[in-house]
């Protein structure tokens, strides 16, 4: 831990690699949610692969939220098998996406917003027996350096 306050916390740590990883955490001031900006910094190509799990509650209530542009697309997953989907190019949501579910009768919206000239593609991994979905991001591969930074909301 390099730096840290009430409000955000900030980590680095030197690879075996040669490579440099740093990641900040922070609340948002002003909503329920938290800002994460990655970096990895090194010799030759960088790619960073962002890996958020999150809970769910019940499967048969979860959805997946993709957004291009001002349109938004709501993909029910299906409540008794395990869910991969990749979204690359054109299906690549455009600087949004994320799920709704319920959670004791109440629907929870959780939003990841993000750079999309940063994100080369998204990948979404749900588990209804483990109760867990993940929103994952592959950025843009880079010579030198690379930042990722996500946004990630709890809606009521």
Not at 45 to 69: D, E
Not at 74 to 95: Q, S, V
Not at 133 to 153: A, C, I, R
Request: net charge neutral; aromatic share 8%.
């Amino acid at each position: 831990m390099i730096e840290r306050d009430a409000l955000h916390v900030t980590m680095k740590v030197n690879l075996g690699n040669g490579r440099t990883m740093t990641r900040r955490v922070e609340l948002l001031p002003d909503r329920a949610g938290f800002k994460v900006t990655s970096e990895l910094t090194g010799k030759g190509k960088q790619l960073l692969r962002i890996h958020p799990t999150f809970a769910i509650g019940a499967p048969n209530s979860t959805s997946l939220l993709l957004y291009h542009g001002d349109k938004r697309e709501e993909i029910p997953l299906p409540e008794n098998e395990a869910t991969n989907a990749y979204y690359r190019d054109k299906d690549c949501p455009t600087g949004k996406w994320g799920f709704t579910t319920k959670v004791a009768d109440k629907d929870v919206i959780v939003l990841n917003t993000f750079d999309p000239s940063q994100i080369d593609f998204c990948y979404m991994n749900m588990k209804p027996e483990e109760r867990r979905l993940n929103l994952e991001q592959w950025s843009k591969q880079l010579d030198g350096h690379v930042t990722v930074m996500n946004t990630y909301e709890f809606v009521k």
